[in-house]
C-alpha cells in the first residue's frame, strides 16, 4: 500500500468529492504515440508486449507525460490484455490490426486451458509501479488499471478486435452458465491484480470497459455489473476507484450505485447528462472530444472552457471521453492541459 | 411516385401514425447472408457490387425475405456506396475487410474530381425498385434508403471503414469549411437519389447514419442535422421518411424535430427512454438486441415480447436495434417475426 502521499494529489481530492482549487487533468492512452520520446523508446525494443514487460522502459513511457505535458496524474504503461494471459491464453500484438489469440474460450473444454491469475504471474506491472514511483518522487499520483470483467472476456472469446463482438455475444446468449463461469475466473484475478498494484503503490486505479456500449442494458445489468460490483467491494477503502465504461450511457446510474469513486464519460454523454444520472456524489471524469486536439489552439481553449463549465467545479476530473488518437501533436495536448490548469470557476 | 397502394400497409400506416391491428416488423440487413437463397444468388455473381448493379438479381435478393420469412416491407438491395461512386469516387469491396477507396477528399484540390450525384447516375437502382414492385405484386411496401451526408462523409474522406474515423474527425475539425461544402454536395446527391427512388416506387425511405455515434453531441448538431433537415424537407410531403442515427442517443429529440416520421432505435437504447426524447408524434422503430436471436425460441419469444410491451402498442415499427448478424439462423429470425405478427397488446 502507498504511504506516501503525493505533493500535488489534486487527482486524489477530487476522486474524493473534497474541494479543489482547480480542476485535475490528465488523458487516457498519455503515454503513447503522441510522444516522440515515447516513440524512441518504442522503437528501441522488438515491440509493444516487450515494453509492457520490461519494467524500466515501462516505467519510463509512464513518466514522460508528467515531465513533457504536465499532467496531475502518471497512469501505468500496461495493457489490459496482459490478464487473459496470466490465465493461460498467451497474445502476439499484430502491428495495424490489434490482439491476436492463439486460443480461445467458446466451450466447456477450453475451461482445462486457463486458470485464475495469481498475483505473482504479473510482477513486471507491480516492478514498473514501483520503478515509476521511484522516477516521479512523489511529485503525482500514479495510475493504476485493469480492463473491465466483460471487456477481458470479449477478447477470450472473439480471439481478436472486432466491430461487433458477435462470437463474444453469442457465447453470452448461448451459454450464460459458461459466459458466468468465465467473468468470475476474470473478476477474481482482476481483484488479486488490482490488489497488487495498489500494494506496489498505485494511487488510484481505473477500470476499463471500452467495449460496454455493445450490449444492451439488460446485458450490462447481468454481465457486467455485479462483477464490477465485486471488484469495487473488494477493493474498498484502499484507494480510490474510476470505472468507465465506454458508450454504455445507459448505465451511468448503474455504475454510480456501485462503491467506487468516480465515473468516466465518454464524449457523447452531455456532461449535463451523466451529473443527473450518476447524482452528486460520485466524481466525473471526462470527456473532449479526443477529435476536439484536431483543432487550433483557440478552438481548443474554447472546447476545454466549455466541457470545464459543462461539469462544474466541484468532482470532476478533466479528461478526454477516449483515449487520445496516436496522431494528436503534443502540443495542442499541452494546450488543452494548460488550458485546465489555468481555468478558475467563477 | 408509386400509385399503388401495398394490401399489407401496415409499416406506412405505423410510420404515419395511424393504429394498425398490430406492429409492424421487418429487418434492417434482412436481405443478406442469413439466407441460403441469397448466399446462392450472391455465389452466382462475381462480388457484391456486381448483385448491386444486377437489377433483376438485386430485385431477386429484395423480395426473398417477403417469401421465406413473411416481412411486413421488402427494403431494396443496395448500398450506401452507390453515392460516393455517382459522385465521382469508386469503391471496391474487398472480401472480409470491406469497402476501400482508391481517392479520397482532404483537400481543395480533391474537389476537382467529385461532383453532385445525378439521378441518372443510379438508374440501376431505380430500375431495381421497379422489377422488384413487380415481383412483390402489390403484397408489401418497399423500403428505399440512403446513407446519411455525414456518414458517406466519413467514408469519402477516410477512404475506407474504420474502429475512430479519425481521419474524417480531423477533417472537420481542420476544414468546416470544405466538410460543410462536402456535406452541401452529399445532401443534394442524395436528395436527388431518394426523390428517384420515390419516383421509381419506393413506399417509404430510411436514411442510415450508421457512424453518428462517433460525434459529440455538438457536432451532430452542427454537421448533422442541418443537413438532415435538407433532405427531410426536400422530400416532405411525398413518402414517409425514417432516421436512423445509430450510436447518437443524445440527438433523438433534435432528429425527432425534423420533417420525418420516424426515428430508429439502437438496442444500447431504452424503448422508454426513446419514446421520452421524441415525444408522442414520431413512430420509433427497433430495437430487439440483434444478439439475442442466438438465443434459443423460448427466449427470443420473451426478448421479443419485452420489446413490444417497452415499446408500445401505437407508433412502432419492430426490428432489430442494427444489421441481423450474418450468422444468424433463418429460423430464429421467423421466431422474431412470427411472435412479433401475433402479439397483441392488452
Known amino acids: 500500500m502507498s504511504l506516501q502521499k503525493p505533493e500535488n494529489d489534486l487527482l486524489l481530492r477530487a476522486a ?3 474541494r479543489t482549487e482547480r480542476t485535475p487533468v490528465w ?3 498519455q503515454a503513447g504515440r503522441i510522444l516522440p520520446e515515447y516513440r524512441a523508446v518504442r522503437a528501441s525494443l522488438s515491440g509493444f508486449k516487450e515494453l509492457v514487460e520490461t519494467p524500466e522502459k515501462a516505467a519510463e513511457v509512464t513518466i514522460q507525460p508528467v515531465d513533457l505535458l504536465g499532467v496531475d496524474a502518471a497512469i501505468i504503461f500496461s495493457d489490459i490484455l496482459v490478464i487473459p494471459e496470466a490465465m493461460g491464453l498467451p497474445y502476439e500484438m499484430v502491428e495495424k490490426r490489434g490482439p491476436l489469440f492463439r486460443d480461445t474460450v467458446r466451450d466447456e473444454r477450453d475451461f482445462d486451458r486457463i486458470r485464475t491469475a495469481k498475483a505473482e504471474d504479473l510482477g513486471y506491472v507491480y516492478e514498473a509501479i514501483r520503478l515509476t514511483l521511484d522516477g516521479l518522487g512523489g511529485r503525482v499520483p500514479l495510475i493504476g488499471f485493469a480492463g473491465a470483467p466483460f471487456t477481458i472476456l470479449c477478447y477470450m472469446t ?6 461487433t463482438f458477435s462470437t463474444a455475444r453469442k457465447f453470452i446468449v448461448q451459454r450464460p452458465d459458461l459466459a458466468h463461469r468465465l467473468m468470475d475466473m476474470i473478476t ?4 488479486v491484480y488490482l490488489r497488487a498494484q495498489i500494494d506496489a503503490g498505485a494511487h488510484l486505479v481505473q477500470v476499463f470497459d471500452s467495449w460496454a456500449g455493445i450490449l444492451s442494458p439488460a446485458d450490462y445489468r447481468t454481465f457486467c455489473i455485479p462483477y464490477l460490483k465485486r471488484i469495487c467491494d473488494a477493493l474498498n477503502g484502499t484507494v480510490p476507484v474510476t470505472l468507465f465504461s465506454k458508450g454504455a450511457h445507459y448505465s451511468y446510474a448503474d455504475l454510480a450505485a456501485l462503491n467506487c469513486h468516480t465515473v468516466g464519460v465518454d464524449w457523447n ?3 449535463e447528462a ?3 444520472a450518476v447524482g452528486p456524489n460520485r466524481t466525473l471524469q471526462g470527456n473532449l472530444d479526443p477529435a476536439a486536439l484536431y483543432g487550433n489552439g483557440k478552438e481548443i481553449v474554447k472546447a476545454t ?3 470545464l463549465r459543462a461539469f462544474g467545479g466541484h468532482r470532476h476530473i478533466a479528461n478526454l471521453g477516449h483515449g487520445v488518437y496516436p496522431d494528436t501533436s503534443p502540443e495542442h495536448v499541452k494546450i488543452f492541459i494548460d488550458t ?4 478558475r470557476h467563477e
Open 16 to 18: 474524493r468529492g473534497e
Open 27 to 29: 488523458l487516457m492512452r
Open 158 to 163: 472473439e480471439g481478436s478486435g472486432s466491430k
Open 188 to 191: 477474481e484475478s482482476t481483484i
Open 269 to 271: 454523454t452531455p456532461p
Open 274 to 276: 451523466a451529473r443527473q
Open 305 to 307: 472552457t466549455d466541457m
Open 340 to 343: 485546465v490548469k489555468s481555468f
